[in-house]
């Protein structure tokens, strides 16, 4: 009898165990780490198939007019406009404008934000800087490509490098991470990473600050329109807002900023020993305690942005080379403005991305540097120490940090 309970038993433990065994979520290999895909070519990443890449590229470099509620003020006709050089997602010499007055303790923003669109569906109501504005900077536009990647930084790889900044530069360096509303997820922080202030921290909230401020068609998650120096362009508006009844268009932006491949390297140039020798200087010098060559993205299946969106296999896992730590510095080039975070911002700028810098003829964030050597040599406040280190160089050693910098 006890042999048949013994059995018995047996039988239900296995029986037992194949059940909870074959209720457990499948277990897979974890994805490999290796280097995020590059190139200038207009495909896709992984994240999206080709034909759907094309399509979203489409619709990202469409112009659109009045009656797809461009407007009343604004700045460009389409997103590919700010965003085309040498492919549709990258830079131009596109600027925008900012303004506003300080008045020795704080920024105060001009009438209507800091924001001063160019352009106006009516002569009446075209944005002028008014008098007793006097901060005013050109933003230029930035290359969106390889966004994708950036998104899915961890939060906490960003306040660790702001925190190792000062050891690593002797406490002249202290780069600021920003928490930053994620738009499409109400009352979610997380840190900025995109616009030359670290404004946003996820790309659906990017593409719709951009569809509003830009091209002036409200969305649901951006509803509200622009006004004209601070007094309402209602009655010039043809659509009522939002202009868009659904987030359908700034969803496709996003999908295509997601599924673009990072900015290539001119390898047969990198590979010269004046480049690897300009290379070493740069480090040396102390340039990569803010342009930080190397990230590592968030894996697969990670869930960001709130939870509303899940990094896929294109996206996660990559090694990327951006040369930025996406913070906030103040290098004696501060525009002036304060956008989404306190008074102490005022004159500091994102540290830009190098890479995809040999695509480019205008540099630092107004543009106003037209050869890379002079927009070294603009840098001071916080980079002071490590400029004065550059123009200690010889010529030989300058030009080797140029090659290099030619190479990204």
């Not at 268009?249 to 300009?278: H, V």
């Amino acid at each position: 009898m006890n042999r048949l309970k013994q059995i018995i038993l047996a039988v239900f433990i296995i029986f037992s165990f194949l059940f909870v065994f074959s209720n457990e979520p499948t277990i897979t290999a974890q994805q490999s780490v290796t280097e995020a895909l590059t190139g200038f070519d207009d495909q896709s990443n992984g994240f999206t198939d080709a034909s759907t890449h094309r399509e979203n590229l489409d619709a990202f470099a469409e112009t659109e007019g009045i009656k797809d509620g461009v407007g009343p003020v604004f700045n460009s006709f389409s997103c590919g406009e700010c965003h085309s050089n040498p492919v549709i997602g990258g830079s131009s010499q596109i600027t925008e404008l900012r303004a506003g007055h300080f008045d020795g303790q704080k920024f105060i923003d001009h009438p209507g934000g800091s924001l001063i669109q160019s352009r106006a569906i009516d002569p009446s109501i075209v944005e002028k800087v008014l008098d007793g504005n006097e901060v005013r900077t050109l933003r230029l536009s930035l290359s969106i490509l390889g966004d994708g990647y950036i998104e899915a930084i961890d939060d906490s790889v960003l306040l660790d490098i702001a925190k190792q900044q000062p050891n690593l530069s002797g406490g002249k360096i202290n780069g600021q991470a920003l928490w930053v509303p994620v738009e499409e997820a109400p009352g979610v922080m997380r840190i900025g990473r995109f616009g030359w202030k670290s404004q946003q921290a996820s790309l659906l909230s990017f593409s719709g600050d951009a569809y509003t401020n830009e091209m002036g068609i409200t969305t649901p998650l951006f509803p509200i329109e622009n006004t004209s120096n601070g007094k309402s362009i209602s009655k010039f508006d043809p659509l009522p807002d939002p202009d868009e009844g659904d987030n359908d268009d700034i969803e496709i932006f996003t999908e295509f900023m997601r599924a673009t491949k990072a900015p290539s390297r001119d390898m047969q140039l990198a590979r010269t020993s004046s480049a690897q020798a300009g290379e070493g200087l740069f480090n040396n010098m102390g340039c990569v305690i803010c342009h930080v060559s190397t990230f590592k993205t968030l894996p697969a299946a990670f869930k960001i942005n709130g939870g509303t969106f899940t990094i896929p296999p294109a996206i996660g896992d990559k090694i990327i080379h951006p040369y930025s730590d996406f913070l906030l510095h103040d290098i004696g080039t501060g525009d002036g403005i304060v956008q989404n975070a306190g008074q102490e911002t005022r004159n500091k700028i994102r540290t830009v991305p190098l890479w995809g810098l040999r695509t480019r003829n205008r540099f630092m964030h107004d543009g106003l540097s037209l050869t890379v050597n002079e927009a070294i040599l603009r840098h001071a406040g916080e980079a002071s120490f490590v400029i004065d280190k550059y123009r200690a160089l010889s010529k030989k050693q300058k030009q080797q940090v140029l090659t290099f910098l030619s190479s990204l």
